[in-house]
């Protein structure tokens, strides 16, 4: 048997569908080639293992809890409950107040409690002039587009009055020369 389909085969000696024949033939392969038995070797470890292997029952966790509750509640009272949660209740409060920015303050005699740092009065007041500066701003951009339309409108104005007076005397010229054109033929025709 060529060694090229005995590793095919190792794969398949430890299923219950090879043939008998096929599987004497590759024991007999197996036993002349090196190769081939070292494979089968690594093979079969992990086999023997598998079938050494025992089934533990997983424990029960769940028989324990009652003992765990009555060890918990045994001499326990209410306030011993509280006192175990106050340091995590403390650790949230303080947490809260951290991330909020809290600041606290006693001053003449009254607790002054504010939220975000005094840097935040300092951004706002400068956020409150940018806005001021940017309505001026605006302000005075609508002016100057007011004062820009304004002149060009003038411009229009004027452009559409010295378009008329170039139409006006355009069309005197016109007149004149048609005047002019109108003597010379005359004083040719009369001169013939």
Known sequence: MPCSRTDHLLREYFSEDLNSVVR?????????????????????GPVHELRRWEEIPAPRW???????RRERHAGAGGWRLVW???????????????LLNTSMVYQAGALEISFGS????????????????????????AEMLTRFEQLRMQDLETMRTGYELLADRDYETVRSLQQLASLVSSTEIAGW
């Open 118 to 141: 005094p840097a935040m009065a300092v951004v706002d007041d400068r956020l409150e002039d940018f806005h001021r500066l940017q309505n001026e701003e605006r302000q005075q951009f």
């Open 62 to 68: 769940d028989r324990h809890m009652p003992l765990f």
């Open 24 to 44: 004497a033939e590759l024991e007999d392969h197996v036993t002349a080639c090196p190769d081939c038995a070292r494979q089968l070797r690594e093979l079969l």
């Open 84 to 98: 175990q949660w106050l340091p995590t209740a403390a650790c949230a409060l303080m947490l809260g107040l951290m």
